[in-house]
């Protein structure tokens, strides 16, 4: 059964937005598919890190550094990132879908490639890798694998999972992950890399092509590391008589054991390429393919850089070993035969020149234009900007947080690619923040509410705000939202519109006051400061009957200023001294039952003899003598009377 069609990925809609189409290559860090980017209608090369690697946070942050460094580059020779994210346990990255081989296919299809070809191929590395070098970036695992060659002829350069920044150089054992048959000696003695490191791999890479193998060769890789730290790096012409002197002293200048010998960086290598160009008559330009076809899973057709022009060989004129007139005929034969090989060679080599140059003018990669940069335009600027290069244009809108509405935010394709004359460029133009519906938000936990919000790119402030409500604790009140254009903030507890990079207050219960009625007041206290409330200085105090003394009558039923409570608002308790005291009245001289209803009204109960309460006694006693005769008693004391019956 096909792989490809065994993958569970295949057919997937990645993010909601990339629709996985097959898989085109396998790595020991990602697969790579060919997918459709359903939204731009076009299609892309989806890298997606294994799932095994996927919590790995070193390999994540690996796979985020080649996204960051390879969009920081805009070269025509560098593979173009356009995303990054993650979608539930897929990592992925967007990447530019170039249908083609690596160079490390065409090496082991061809072995050995011609001087035309190496030449070609160096030149678009050496132009991507400038511009990765002129930005600061140290791309760190320069090989063939990561060289590209489109069909349509473009090379370029890609996989930056490993660049850095060229001030942070430092490599430890764990981040000598490029591969070893192109490690730089330094990296091998001191763990350091920087731009030179790079040149160094393209110097191996540079004696590969000629010669059809590695310069070093060992069962461990400890052996060739050693190879690459001790041994001067052999001139290729020993391998392939074919390799003319100005490319066997770039391989040796590249290759140089001290990075202080090698080119400062791979402008400097680029510059020294092309003077050889000059001095050989060699065209670096890619020609019709002329070698079979290759396949890779997704069953495309990959057509293979041609042989390209043979290289001139090598005339020797033998040395005379006579000096009679027969052995002088022969050696001017000789040198006839050679000059008219030579001027053979020199007319095959112009012939072939001037059809490549034809070819690149007349329908070729010179024949294309390039796009121009528009992101950040106004449209009409950016409609101006592409005509004038003779293309059309036609408009897409999409939502952005950060590009103002009716600017452009790029193109498709994007800049710097070339296309044909009076083709059709989609300018990206702004349609400013997205609007979303919010649904109902009070009475959810504030962590999901936070989700809600975050999922439709509002932005949720650092704390939420807390009330004391009757609403359970932890659940939200409301929620405010305040427009990123200006404007007053408004309400979205039972649901709104907003738009994106909005900001939100949330307004969460703590649950209602405590009620502290009746505790004693250091319980009170103590109950309100744990509810993150404060308690007013100078307690009031209040005679009850119902409450006993030290403990509290009431609480402040409303917040100081009106509205709800809040964490550190005061509340004010009032404390029962217990019942008021009962001034005893003087009932002396009353009847029985007139200094009963006295005291009784008053809450004091009266005591006395027991032949008081017989039937009709209550009129009949005289009170003639009471204790106390004076002064308090609490609520329910009792006054003792003595009585007289009346003559």
């Not at 939204?39 to 690697?53: F, G, T």
């Not at 010669?211 to 012409?237: C, D, L, N, W």
């Not at 335009?377 to 036609?394: D, F, H, R, S």
């Amino acid at each position: 059964m096909n792989t490809a069609q065994a993958d569970p990925l295949i057919g997937r809609l990645v993010d909601g937005r990339y629709r996985v189409r097959a898989r085109i290559a396998r790595g020991g860090m990602a697969t790579v598919y060919v997918a459709t980017d359903m939204r731009l209608e076009r299609r892309i090369a989806l890298k997606v890190m294994h799932a095994h690697l996927s919590d790995d946070s070193a390999f994540q942050s690996r796979f985020i550094q080649e996204a960051r460094s390879a969009a920081r580059l805009a070269d025509p020779h560098v593979v173009n990132v356009f995303d990054q994210g993650q979608d539930g346990e897929i990592a992925y990255l967007v990447m530019e879908y170039l249908p083609g081989i690596t160079l490390r296919e065409l090496m082991r299809e061809q072995k050995r490639l011609t001087v035309t070809q190496t030449v070609t191929i160096m030149d678009a590395i050496l132009s991507g890798l400038a511009a990765a070098h002129r930005a600061g970036i140290v791309h760190r695992d320069v090989k063939p694998e990561n060289v590209l060659l489109a069909e349509d002829g473009r090379i370029k350069i890609g996989d930056f999972g490993l660049a850095r920044a060229t001030t942070a150089n430092t490599a430890s054992g764990a981040q000598l992950l490029g591969t070893i048959a192109y490690l730089a000696p330094e990296l091998v003695t001191r763990g350091t890399a920087d731009a030179r490191s790079d040149i160094y791999a393209l110097g191996i890479m540079l004696y590969e092509m000629l010669v059809g193998e590695q310069p070093y060769k060992g069962e461990q890789p400890m052996q060739i590391a050693f190879q690459h730290a001790t041994e001067q790096v052999p001139r290729p012409s020993v391998r392939n008589p074919g390799v003319p002197d100005q490319l066997d002293e770039l391989v040796l200048w590249a290759t140089d054991k001290s990075p202080d010998e090698r080119p400062l960086n791979a402008q400097a290598m680029l510059e020294r390429l092309r003077e050889i160009e000059r001095e050989l008559g060699i065209s670096p330009v890619p020609t019709a393919s002329t070698a079979a076809p290759v396949r890779h899973d997704s069953g495309a057709v990959t057509k293979i850089l041609p042989s390209g022009t043979a290289v001139l060989p090598e005339v020797v004129s033998p040395a005379p070993s006579d000096t009679d007139n027969g052995a002088r005929l022969r050696q001017r034969t000789a040198r006839r035969r050679a000059r008219g090989t030579l001027l053979l060679s020199l007319v095959l080599l112009l012939a072939v020149a001037a059809g490549g140059a034809g070819w690149w003018f007349g329908s070729g990669p010179g024949s294309l234009i390039a796009v121009p940069k528009v992101a950040g335009m106004t449209l009409a600027q950016a409609e101006q900007a592409v005509k004038a290069e003779g293309l059309t244009t036609k408009t897409t809108p999409q939502s952005s947080i950060t590009v103002a509405k009716g600017s452009v935010i790029g193109s498709e394709p994007g800049e710097g690619e070339r296309v044909e004359k009076e083709s059709t460029v989609t300018l990206i133009v702004s349609s400013g923040p997205a609007e979303h519906t919010i649904e109902k938000l009070s009475g959810r936990t504030a962590d999901e509410v936070r989700q809600i919000l975050q999922t439709n790119r509002v932005k949720v402030s650092g704390t939420a705000e807390e009330y004391f409500d009757k609403l359970g604790s932890g659940l939200v009140l409301n929620v405010r939202i305040t427009p990123r254009a200006g404007g007053d903030d408004y309400a979205c507890g039972d649901g709104c519109q907003v738009f994106e990079d909005d900001s939100a207050v949330i307004q969460v219960s703590l649950g209602p006051v405590p009620d502290v009625v009746g505790m004693k007041l250091d319980d009170a206290k103590r109950t309100l400061q744990d509810a993150r409330l404060k308690v007013a200085d100078g307690t009031p105090e209040e005679w009850s009957d119902t409450v006993d003394k030290g403990s509290v009558i009431s609480q402040s039923a409303e917040r100081p200023g009106g509205g709800s409570w809040r964490p550190d608002d005061t509340v004010t308790l009032t404390v029962s001294k217990g019942p008021q005291p009962i001034t005893v009245p003087n009932v002396v001289g009353m009847t029985l039952t007139q200094a009963k209803a006295k005291l009784e009204g008053l809450g004091l109960r009266a005591k006395y003899q027991g032949w008081g309460d017989l039937p009709g006694f209550g009129d009949m006693a005289t009170v003639i003598e009471q204790k106390p005769a004076d002064g308090t008693l609490p609520k329910g004391g009792t006054v003792t009377l003595t009585l007289k019956l009346q003559g």
